[in-house]
């Protein structure tokens, strides 16, 4: 076994067994080269094999820090219904029922940021264009930060539902006042995939940035215009759920099968 895997074994057990407690700092790199008698190279790799497994974060100045390992996975389930709750409006995917109780974790924020090239996209505008966006970091009641959400609202849905843009959009929130100005009821696609966290999303959500998240984008198509008018956009931290979806047999997949007559 290389050394800095054995050094990576030994730093994981002692993180396991609580030595190293969620939330505290391990010893800096030169007391570890020092502990272990090794090269600062030794442990950068050691390092960033436990940052890669979720179970530290690196931060210049700030340390070595053991991030939260025995976090459980939550179930999502992947079916096409849209819930909603009577206070909180339509109800995204990453949430287990229509009813459960989530934390707003900082401040959520307003404000005009360039679009994201996917954003763009969806939007039909170009890359880098000012679009209305809103930000909230959010969990189940009583977790640490879960997701990262940010949505993205079009220059039409704000210009017919001015009120989106405010810091508070009323009941139901800013998805019923773009219903409300005309573009209601409005269709939803969702588009997933894994990558990697920018360091900001790293930072809001307290990973590692080497740790894959899962992407889960909503697109709302207008029934007015038939133009995506806002673009909602889920990070979760990837180890921290798993897809549940139940399959449904085709016409060509009934049972019981008929015999292949090789006759």
Sequence with gaps: MPRYEEIASD??????????????????Y?????????GRGVISSALNLLE???LL???????????????????????QLIYRDPMRGYVGPAAASPDEPWDTHGRPAAGYEPAPERVAELMGIEPG????????????????????????ISAEAVRDAPQAAEPSTGPGGYLDRIEEA?????????????????????????????SPVLELMWAGTSSSSDRVVEVTVRVIPADRVE???DLTRHDTARWPVAPINNG
């Design 30 to 38: 030169g007391e570890l080269t020092e502990i272990y008698g090794v």
């Design 57 to 79: 974060r690196i931060v210049k100045r700030a340390g070595i820090r053991v991030l939260d390992w025995r976090l459980q996975r939550r179930r999502i389930s992947r079916g």
């Design 182 to 210: 005309g573009h209601g009821p409005l269709s939803w696609r969702e588009y997933g995939r894994s990558r990697l966290p920018s360091r900001e999303e790293a930072a809001l959500l307290d990973i590692s940035a080497e």
């Design 52 to 54: 890669r497994e979720g």
């Design 243 to 245: 897809l549940v979806a």
């Design 129 to 152: 264009i000012a679009v209305l966006r809103r930000r909230r970091v959010t969990s189940p009641a009583g977790e640490p930060p879960f997701q990262v959400v940010d949505s993205w």
């Design 11 to 28: 730093l994981r057990n002692r993180i396991h067994s609580d030595e190293y407690a969620v939330g505290s700092t391990l010893p800096t």
